[in-house]
């Protein structure tokens, strides 16, 4: 299970400070370095570290923790608080178009988990009353589109194709013109993914983003990649202004850290999470909660 590592050694360091009595600025301070060793071991990014173990020294040193009844517990507290601030506070709500339809781009890395998550959501906001339209958008893999038919007929949930003859920024186009004469008050926009991040892809993403002028630009990231998932987030997030992450694969045992770093790292949120092959393994990411199961 994702965190099961980190999870484990961070409930050790703060363990022992849990049932203390009293605690010195030293008890601390070693437990922190437990904490700050196994945040580094899940894949955390270095900077979000540093920071986050400054933020808890700084609030768990006072007086105030230190010489209150239960100052170890107090500490976990703080870490608890600390570590759902990093992930993003509270969960991040997909926000929807006052006139719909609401237009979500889908982008991401080959691979990543994109076609499978635009059938999750098309899924997922069919079951709250929206009427989605998926879009083919990859015209470069004819084995894509089908890919997307066939996640669309399990879903039951209608596909808009042109083939792979024309220009994806077209497609786009022509798709929220279709989806608006057949009610469709949400469109998801599936793209072409690359095994890494290149121009041609991002000009491409560029052009259909000032196409048809998405409310969401939702990266899709694969959590198995560790550090690289929250650098493929710094660098769409650059180029196309994402409004959220889709952090796919959690089900697996990825160590975690692009989850407690991403956020920090991009300013983005991620607005779900997903956990597992099937159609309906798409869930809210809520930090408080993510927070909660990592520290036990
Ligand atoms: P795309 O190239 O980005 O469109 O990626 P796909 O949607 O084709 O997904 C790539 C692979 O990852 C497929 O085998 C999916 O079944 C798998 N996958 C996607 N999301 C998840 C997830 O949340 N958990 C697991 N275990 N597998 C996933």
């Known amino acids: 299970m994702v965190f099961e590592s980190l999870s484990e050694k961070l409930?050790?360091?703060?363990?022992?400070?849990?049932?203390?009595?009293?605690?010195?600025e030293k008890d601390v301070d070693l437990a922190m370095r437990e904490v700050k060793l196994a945040l580094l071991e899940a894949d955390v990014n270095f900077k979000v570290v540093k920071k986050f173990i400054k933020d808890v020294k700084q609030r768990a040193i006072g007086s105030e923790v230190m010489e209150s009844l239960t100052p170890g517990q107090q500490v976990v507290k703080i870490v608890n608080e600390e570590l759902t601030s990093l992930m993003g506070e509270k969960e991040s709500k997909l926000e929807?178009?006052?006139?719909?339809?609401?237009?979500v781009l889908m982008c991401g890395l080959q691979g990543a988990g994109k076609t499978t998550t635009a059938g999750k959501l098309a899924n997922l906001l069919k079951k709250q009353n929206k009427r989605p339209l998926l879009v083919a958008c990859d015209v470069y893999r004819p084995a894509a589109i089908k890919q997307l038919q066939v996640v669309g007929e399990k879903v039951d949930v209608p596909v808009f194709s042109m083939g792979d003859k024309n220009d994806p920024v077209d497609i786009a186009k022509a798709a929220v013109e279709h989806g608006k004469r057949n009610g469709n008050d949400l469109i998801i926009i599936d793209t072409a993914g690359r095994l890494h991040i290149d121009e041609n892809l991002m000009d491409e993403l560029e052009g259909i983003k000032n196409g048809v002028?998405?409310?969401?630009?939702?990266l899709v990231v694969d959590s198995m990649t560790g550090q690289d998932a929250v650098t493929v987030a710094e660098t769409f997030n650059?180029?196309?202004?994402?409004?959220?992450?889709?952090?796919t694969k959690l089900d697996g045992d990825a160590r975690g850290?692009?989850?407690?770093?991403?956020?920090?790292?991009?300013g983005k949120p991620i607005k779900y999470v997903g956990m597992g092959?099937?159609?309906?393994e798409l869930r809210a990411f809520h930090p408080d909660r993510m927070a909660s199961r990592i520290l036990g």
Do not use: H
Request: aromatic residues 2%; charged residues 20%.
């Open 11 to 24: 409930q050790n360091a703060l363990g022992k400070l849990k049932g203390r009595g009293k605690l010195t």
């Open 96 to 103: 929807f178009s006052p006139t719909p339809p609401t237009i």
């Open 213 to 218: 002028n998405p409310n969401e630009i939702l």
């Open 238 to 247: 650059d180029r196309l202004g994402i409004t959220g992450v889709v952090l």
């Open 257 to 266: 850290g692009a989850a407690l770093s991403i956020r920090s790292v991009t």
């Open 277 to 280: 092959e099937k159609l309906d």
